[in-house]
């Protein structure tokens, strides 16, 4: 499978990308816009940046392509609409600047305190020793409105919480119990923000959100107020809040993101209460690696299908469900493509019994399990047409619930086939994806990495023979988990290192014991 990267990204990106065998790299970060439609003819995945856009004259020439990640959290670049169209998922990668967003906020919270840059300028550049001209105030005691209350915003307000000040938190989309839990209060009343000493935004860029702060909502705000925006351009009206910079209504912005990038003049940048950045939000060592480890890591998934981690496009509104959920959306398509990859007979029917709150979000985990069920099926399939394939194929699908006293929520996926029945379950332990019994073993492990399952006669010495021909393939073995039955059988999964072929899966099912022996790969 083709992948294309677009737009310059870390090394450590590129490596992984190198390690995957079946990814054929295509790096393209430094090629000509123009000349890139041509390169992405046959692309089935991409990763790109800002400086690329994915609009339909992009996604008109890769007649190949099935996912998109956008190495960032901003989608600005990408026209959703068109993308669903082709059934191409869009996914971005929204925590692993997360940090960064976080401790540049704060920078500026505190350069807005202190006047640090000018006071900097002023000793180096211009050699003046202006101590008396650098009269700060202290942020210990005065009020701190978080407009978005997610990630970041929650981060910064544990980190104002800390340096003393009072927190308000504006976010309609949240539990309340989210801001109150840290400490801080939550309002419904946006002009409870704009009476705040500090304002600053963490929202996406919306219909909503645009221009959210405007001559109107500076009126209302105190004289001396400080403004911070490190999220995206365009959430306060630019020239509205030069006018009040000008006049003293705004003591300070600190921005690190404009309406148009790149730019080197702006009326900002003439106004001595400013401190600008250049978009550096995501700029640290430690964010730009995690950042373009995501991305890597989330296209290789996707196009081998285990899941697509953080996909936008996606059949439900993510916008308006709960983290929790989309964890074990996550966690059944990854139940459903391990059995994909285990099962050889054609499917017949698919049952999805839930137990819990899960079970009110049947439709929607009937739907990602059946991606996963699907992808060694048939090709293309996506959120957006998985149960028409499954009608197509005459696999029946059906969703029930269930009893289980043993998990607060609980997904099993059972899958019919030719030559006999398929089981899986799962559900979250810690907040972490678990299966928890695999065709009718209790057993507990994490959906990841390469596996082994091996069933066998429960007799003693079989453990070790399993170890000794593994290790005759310098196979080395990560896990090892196993299961029994009363029926004197045992099933192991032995998650391993290195890749697993098909003479090495042979000589484990020739062992005496076998009875059975299955390989999956997420």
């Given at each position: 499978m083709k992948v294309v990267v677009c737009d310059p990204i870390h090394p450590a990106?590129?490596?992984?990308?190198?390690?995957?065998k079946d990814i054929e790299l295509?790096?393209?970060?430094?090629?000509?816009?123009?000349?890139?439609l041509k390169v992405i003819e046959d692309a089935d995945g991409v990763i790109t940046r800002s400086p690329t856009?994915?609009?339909?004259?992009?996604?008109?020439?890769?007649?190949?392509?099935k996912a998109v990640v956008r190495a960032g959290v901003g989608v600005d670049n990408v026209d959703m609409e068109a993308a669903s169209k082709r059934g191409v998922i869009i996914m971005n990668v929204p925590t692993a600047n997360t940090l960064a967003a976080v401790e540049l906020t704060m920078a500026h919270l505190l350069t807005a305190a202190r006047s640090f840059t000018n006071a900097v300028w002023n000793l180096k550049k211009e050699r003046e020793w202006n101590r008396e001209?650098?009269?700060?105030?202290?942020?210990?005691g005065k009020k701190l409105g978080i407009i978005g209350f997610g990630n970041i915003g929650s981060r910064v307000g544990i980190r104002a919480k800390a340096?003393?000040?009072?927190?308000?938190?504006?976010?309609?989309?949240?539990?309340?119990?989210?801001?109150?839990?840290?400490?801080?209060?939550?309002?419904?009343?946006?002009?409870?923000?704009?009476?705040?000493?500090?304002?600053?935004?963490?929202?996406?860029?919306?219909?909503?959100?645009?221009?959210?702060?405007?001559?109107?909502?500076?009126?209302?705000?105190k004289d001396g107020v400080v403004l911070i925006n490190c999220a995206r351009g365009g959430l306060y009206n630019e020239e509205d809040v030069a006018e009040a910079l000008k006049s003293g209504k705004i003591a300070w912005l600190g921005i690190d993101v404009f309406n148009k990038e790149p730019l080197t003049e702006h009326p900002f940048f003439e106004l001595e209460n400013t401190s600008v950045t250049p978009h550096i939000g995501a700029n640290t060592k430690e964010s730009q690696e995690r950042i373009a480890v995501q991305a890597a890591q989330g296209i290789i998934e996707a196009l081998r299908g285990s899941s697509y981690p953080n996909a936008?496009?996606?059949?439900?509104?993510?916008?308006?469900?709960?983290?929790?959920?989309?964890k074990y959306l996550e966690l059944s398509q990854k139940m459903g493509y391990i059995l994909s990859q285990v099962i050889n007979k054609s499917i017949k029917k698919v049952k999805i019994n839930l137990s819990g709150d899960i079970s009110k979000e049947n439709k929607s985990v009937l739907t990602f399990a059946l991606v996963g069920l699907l992808q060694n099926i048939t090709e293309n399939v996506n959120y957006v047409n998985a149960e028409f394939i499954a009608t197509e194929k005459g696999i029946v699908s059906e969703t029930k619930e269930i009893?289980?006293?043993?998990?607060?929520?609980?997904?099993?996926?059972?899958?019919?086939?030719?030559?006999?029945?398929y089981s899986i379950s799962g559900t979250m332990l810690e907040d972490h994806p678990r299966i928890v019994e695999f065709k009718d073993f209790d057993l507990e492990f994490e959906p990841k990495g390469k596996m082994i399952f091996f069933k066998n006669t429960d007799v003693p010495g079989v453990i070790g023979e399993v170890g000794m021909t593994l290790a005759k393939y310098n196979i080395n073995i990560a896990d090892f988990r196993l299961g029994r039955n009363k029926e004197g059988q045992a099933m192991a999964v032995i998650i391993v290192d290195n890749d697993v072929n098909d003479e090495v899966l042979e000589e484990l099912g020739n062992l005496k014991a076998a009875l059975s022996v299955g390989y999956a790969e997420i």
């Open positions: 990106g590129f490596e992984i990308l190198k390690k995957a295509v790096d393209a970060s430094k090629t000509p816009k123009d000349e890139l856009p994915v609009d339909e004259k992009f996604l008109s020439h890769a007649k190949k392509l001209k650098w009269l700060g105030i202290e942020l210990a340096l003393e000040m009072d927190v308000i938190a504006y976010d309609p989309y949240i539990d309340p119990s989210k801001a109150t839990d840290l400490g801080c209060k939550y309002t419904t009343d946006f002009d409870e923000i704009l009476k705040c000493d500090f304002i600053t935004v963490h929202t996406p860029k919306t219909k909503e959100t645009i221009n959210m702060i405007t001559k109107k909502e500076i009126e209302k705000m936008l496009n996606l059949p439900i509104n993510t916008a308006n469900t709960p983290e929790w959920v989309i009893k289980n006293d043993t998990y607060k929520n609980f997904v099993n996926i059972k899958v019919i086939t030719d030559d006999g029945e």
